[in-house]
């Protein structure tokens, strides 16, 4: 009888013991989870090899770090999740400061300033989208155009040189002076962006838009109207951050952000999960794919590594990322084995 219950008990005992390692099957097998995982072995290492990581100070330097990609990542993934990219964006984020100091200058409240900066911004998005959608000119070639155009425009109405952020210190404390205020507006652009691509219609359209465009037109979606709004939307979302961006510094360099920021939004969505072919993405998943960037970045800093050897690695993460990204996909879609 003792022999009988002990067998019997040994299924559950054996799915006890191999419950952590099916949680963490499920997890890897989630678009965002295996960066997930990197993550947290980042930071253990960075912490174990360096107790200054972990720090309050650190960390407000590691948040900002990790915002300005954040934010512009949201735009980008809802862009390639239908098959489109923006390289002009790290050209509009420093373009918006500019427009809310000139319009600050010109007499008007800040944050009508600020409203109006974002309008300008909005509208580059459209000409984009209706550049790209009724032209058909593809939007790698559209952007591009745009990237130098605005640069242009930026050295032209600077003059080439910085400029001071209006606002007084209770606003830029708020807007992104304050050591965490601008994670805190990344993390609630996230998580706007995450109801809006998996619990609305627009993000239900946007992917199916990417995964089969004939099907999706088909089926009566606008797919022009999807990828002209997500255009418009990522050009804003770049001008937002901008802005914040600017807020934290004081002031306006023209040549700020550029396409560095740009490709580090991108990168943090492809490492997140983010598939370039289109169809499939996560915002959460480009929320920790710019956690990793800022914690490598930063890690490596502490450990005086030279910063030229940064572009190396994120090179390298996104070519592991995509291969990793790949072989679940495939894993995901052969069902449990």
């Not at 590691?62 to 489109?84: D, H, K, N, T, Y």
Request: net charge neutral; glycine share 14%.
């Amino acid at each position: 009888m003792e022999q009988k219950l002990s067998t019997s008990a040994t299924p559950g005992q054996g799915a006890l013991q191999n419950a952590p390692f099916g949680f963490l099957r499920r997890l890897l097998l989630r678009p965002e989870g295996s960066i997930v995982v990197v993550a947290i072995g980042l930071i253990i290492y960075f912490e174990s090899t360096n107790a200054n990581f972990l720090t309050n100070l650190n960390l407000e330097t590691l948040s900002q770090f990790v915002a300005a990609p954040v934010i512009i990542a949201c735009g980008e993934i809802m862009l390639l999740i239908c098959r489109e990219i923006d390289l002009s964006a790290g050209q509009v984020y420093a373009l918006a400061p500019f427009i809310m100091s000139i319009g600050a200058k010109a007499g008007l409240p800040v944050l009508v300033a600020f409203g109006g900066a974002l309008v300008i911004c909005a509208a580059v998005g459209l000409v984009i989208g209706l550049i790209t959608v009724y032209l058909k000119v593809p939007s790698f070639v559209t952007t591009l155009g745009m990237l130098f155009l605005i640069t242009g425009i930026t050295l032209t109405i600077s003059r080439g040189f910085p400029a001071d952020t209006p606002g007084g210190p209770v606003l830029s404390s708020i807007m992104g002076q304050w050591g965490y205020s601008e994670f805190l507006w990344a993390l609630g652009v996230v998580a706007v962006m995450h109801v809006v691509l998996r619990h609305s219609r627009w993000g239900l359209h946007t992917i199916a838009t990417g995964g089969n465009i004939i099907a999706a037109a088909e089926s009566g979606i606008d797919i022009n109207r999807i990828k002209i709004g997500n255009f418009i939307l990522t050009s804003t979302l770049a001008g937002f951050c901008g802005l914040i961006e600017a807020f934290r510094i004081g002031s306006t360099d023209p040549l700020a952000g550029g396409s560095n920021i740009m490709f580090l939004g991108v990168a943090s969505g492809v490492i997140g999960g983010t598939a370039i072919a289109g169809g499939a993405g996560t915002v959460i998943g480009g929320l920790v794919g710019g956690i990793v960037l800022g914690v490598l970045q930063d890690g490596f800093t502490l450990q005086g590594i030279n910063a030229f050897a940064f572009d190396i690695i994120i090179g390298a993460a996104i070519l592991v990322a995509m291969i990793t990204n790949i072989y679940l996909a495939g894993r995901r879609g052969a069902g449990p084995t």
